[in-house]
């Protein structure tokens, strides 16, 4: 079992029944090194988000990346807004995950390719957690010049980008985006969890 503790993580988040401290770890900072990522830890990431489940096995997901000072970076560097702009300067590697609508086996469209997509990158960031790095998903990108500029297909939908790095002190940011560089609560499971039909309360919560 994953045992890191975490003392930024320690102080805000608590969990009401037991779990992976893993799932509590992982968090979306703003502060990265800048430094660059060797290959061997970033396709772990990627490896990771492989074997992710997905409806048919479809694994529709796709993954574009660019690494800092790389070819592609300004490409999706220059995507971005210019909040996300302000603090991905530092980051170590971009990645745009594009999700395929349609099933391989009949050319149907899925129901649930997003959901699918969405578990990959959660088992990227999870893995990302166990390797000392982090990640932050943004959808404050340009979706129309994402698809055109980066040749996505049509029958693939552009999901979100990630920026992946090392994590560097809350101090290297702006004062306004230090105010928001810790990690954040959840909804209470009895917000959440229902029991037979939506609505129904839960006696347990
Ligand atoms: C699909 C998606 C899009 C997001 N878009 C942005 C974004 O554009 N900019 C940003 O700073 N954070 C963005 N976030 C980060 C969320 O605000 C963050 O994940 C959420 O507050 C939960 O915090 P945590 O990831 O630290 O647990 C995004 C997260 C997800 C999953």
């Given at each position: 079992m994953y045992t890191t503790s975490n003392l930024d993580v320690e102080k805000t988040r608590k969990a009401a029944f037991e779990i992976n401290p893993l799932i509590l770890n992982r968090w979306s900072p703003r502060?990265?090194?800048?430094q660059e990522l060797g290959d061997k830890e970033l396709f772990s990431l990627f490896e990771a988000a492989r074997w992710a489940p997905s409806s048919f096995n479809n694994q529709p997901w796709r993954l574009i990346y660019a690494k800092r000072n790389s070819q592609h970076w300004n490409l999706l560097f220059s995507l971005l807004a210019d909040g996300n702009k302000s603090w991905c300067t530092n980051a170590s590697v971009l990645v745009v995950i594009v999700s395929k609508k349609?099933?391989?086996?009949?050319g149907k469209p899925s129901i649930t390719h997003q959901f699918d997509a969405g578990a990959a990158w959660e088992n990227l960031a999870l893995q990302a957690v166990t390797q000392g790095l982090v990640t932050h998903a943004m959808q404050g990108f340009d979706y129309e010049q994402a698809k055109r500029e980066l040749n996505v297909p049509d029958d693939y939908e552009v999901m979100a980008m990630v920026a992946i790095g090392k994590r560097a002190s809350?101090?290297?940011?702006?004062p306004e985006l230090q105010k928001h560089e810790a990690p954040n609560d959840r909804k209470p499971l009895s917000e959440i969890i229902m029991e037979g039909k939506f609505g129904n309360k839960v006696g347990l919560l």
């Amino acid at each position: 079992m994953y045992t890191t503790s975490n003392l930024d993580v320690e102080k805000t988040r608590k969990a009401a029944f037991e779990i992976n401290p893993l799932i509590l770890n992982r968090w979306s900072p703003r502060s990265f090194t800048g430094q660059e990522l060797g290959d061997k830890e970033l396709f772990s990431l990627f490896e990771a988000a492989r074997w992710a489940p997905s409806s048919f096995n479809n694994q529709p997901w796709r993954l574009i990346y660019a690494k800092r000072n790389s070819q592609h970076w300004n490409l999706l560097f220059s995507l971005l807004a210019d909040g996300n702009k302000s603090w991905c300067t530092n980051a170590s590697v971009l990645v745009v995950i594009v999700s395929k609508k349609t099933f391989d086996y009949n050319g149907k469209p899925s129901i649930t390719h997003q959901f699918d997509a969405g578990a990959a990158w959660e088992n990227l960031a999870l893995q990302a957690v166990t390797q000392g790095l982090v990640t932050h998903a943004m959808q404050g990108f340009d979706y129309e010049q994402a698809k055109r500029e980066l040749n996505v297909p049509d029958d693939y939908e552009v999901m979100a980008m990630v920026a992946i790095g090392k994590r560097a002190s809350r101090e290297k940011l702006s004062p306004e985006l230090q105010k928001h560089e810790a990690p954040n609560d959840r909804k209470p499971l009895s917000e959440i969890i229902m029991e037979g039909k939506f609505g129904n309360k839960v006696g347990l919560l």
